[in-house]
């Protein structure tokens, strides 16, 4: 199906925020992604009408399994063939299984196995659409643009976090699961004719890259000898991973316990949460608007730094603002850096391996970084909320150590743009 009108001119050089382009991926995205929340409100209130709390987490968590074991195998897929046709044939799965869903929902209750069953497969699906998601930006707009369609990016997921858990409730406050499922599924139908229009620039081969066809297997472990080989992408990826592993519990498990602890109550969680979310879309809509900030390899350093000196100390507040505002900070910081690290993968990695570096990143995220949570509940249990958070924010901040150690990190620049390039 390559064919010539899907081939971007090599000329354009559109600003990432006018680049009908890059607002359709944007667009398709962002609907996607509020289908995601609608998805998980209809499975969970199924699962908790089915059986009880225990099984409801069961059902939940059921879906992280196969997107943590199959996202290696994601990535590779998104690297052998067109991420746009992986993208659009994931996103036509979802939608069909979840329409099967709702037709299912709506003529009989369902059984915990099947919601399970339901998880599993979406999950699985999942592990192709986040690589290849991932492998896009570089073959639709230029590279001195991606720091700029990273904020843009990051701006679509916190709008479908908001977005999409309301929009799933008011479904379900119509016409039950069955209508929440349906919402979910035309949601994602309604991204396909987008993602449809989507150009791609040519891919130029990999310098050094095989010349025989490759199996799978050669695929995988090529790319994670590029990883680990390059000098800018490898410590960039550890450091993302050791910064997720060490605040990933204490800013979703621990933030509740501290609560509990505080006596602030959900409205005092809910304050906190809010606030670190307004905190990361600042930052989103910094990295959006600007498109380019200097010394980028120590601007993130710097910012992860901050970050991880807010979550360290914020079970030290004596007050629910207060530790409102250290979560905005943390969340304005940790967006930066997310945001330039990703940005400066992006720009460094051969486009012809982005889909398996994808991956790597996403397995820290979906796989490795959710292992704190019970260690974290289990240490807070002990020890109190004040001495976890800190010990994870001085664990989080060996990620500035290892950014730093590296000289490709602290010599890392993001491309200028062209003057012209944001009239």
């Not at 000898?225 to 992408?233: A, E, K, N």
């Not at 976890?388 to 989080?396: K, Y």
């Amino acid at each position: 199906m390559a064919s010539a009108e899907l081939v971007l001119p090599e000329a354009a050089t559109a600003p990432a925020h006018r680049d009908r382009n890059v607002l359709r991926w944007l667009t398709a995205y962002a609907v996607s992604l509020i289908g995601d929340g609608v998805y998980f409100v209809a499975l969970g209130w199924s699962a908790q009408q089915a059986a009880g709390p225990a099984e409801v987490g069961l059902v939940m968590a059921s879906g992280a399994v196969p997107r943590a074991l199959l996202m290696l195998g994601g990535g590779v897929v998104a690297d052998r063939f067109d991420p746009r046709r992986v993208i659009l044939g994931s996103d036509a799965l979802r939608c069909l299984l979840i329409l099967a869903v709702a037709a299912g929902v709506a003529l009989a209750s369902p059984a915990l196995w099947a919601l399970t069953a339901v998880a599993l497969v979406f999950g699985a699906v999942d592990a192709l659409f986040v690589p290849a998601v991932g492998a896009l930006p570089p073959r639709i707009t230029a590279q001195e643009q991606l720091a700029r369609v990273a904020g843009m990016r990051a701006l679509a997921m916190r709008v479908g976090q908001v977005a999409g858990p309301p929009a799933g409730g008011l479904a379900m406050a119509f016409g039950g699961p069955a209508a929440a499922f349906a919402f979910a599924g035309a949601l994602f139908a309604l991204s396909l004719p987008l993602l449809l229009k989507i150009r791609l620039r040519p891919l130029e081969p990999a310098a050094g890259g095989r010349t025989e066809p490759a199996t799978a297997r050669q695929d995988l472990l090529d790319g994670l000898r590029y990883l680990r080989r390059h000098r800018l992408i490898g410590p960039l990826v550890v450091a993302g991973a050791v910064c997720e592993l060490g605040l990933t519990g204490t800013l979703n498990i621990g933030m509740v316990l501290l609560n509990a602890e505080r006596g602030w109550g959900p409205s005092g969680y809910g304050w906190i949460v809010s606030c670190f979310g307004a905190g990361a879309a600042a930052s989103a809509a910094l990295l959006a608007a600007a498109g380019w900030l200097p010394r980028a390899g120590l601007t993130m350093a710097g910012t992860l730094l901050v970050g991880c000196a807010g979550a360290a100390t914020i079970a030290l507040a004596p007050t629910v603002w207060l530790a409102a505002a250290l979560a905005a900070t943390v969340g304005l910081c940790a967006g930066v850096f997310g945001g330039l690290n990703n940005a400066l993968i992006q720009t460094a990695a051969d486009p012809s391996y982005l889909g398996r570096v994808t991956s790597v990143v996403m397995v820290t995220m979906v796989g490795v970084a959710p292992l704190s949570y019970p260690l974290v509940g289990a240490a807070i249990g002990v020890w109190g909320a004040a001495p976890v958070f800190a010990g994870c924010g001085a664990f989080a901040s060996l990620g500035v150590l290892i950014a730093l150690s590296s000289d490709a990190v602290r010599h890392a620049e993001l491309p200028r743009q062209r003057p012209d390039a944001g009239a």
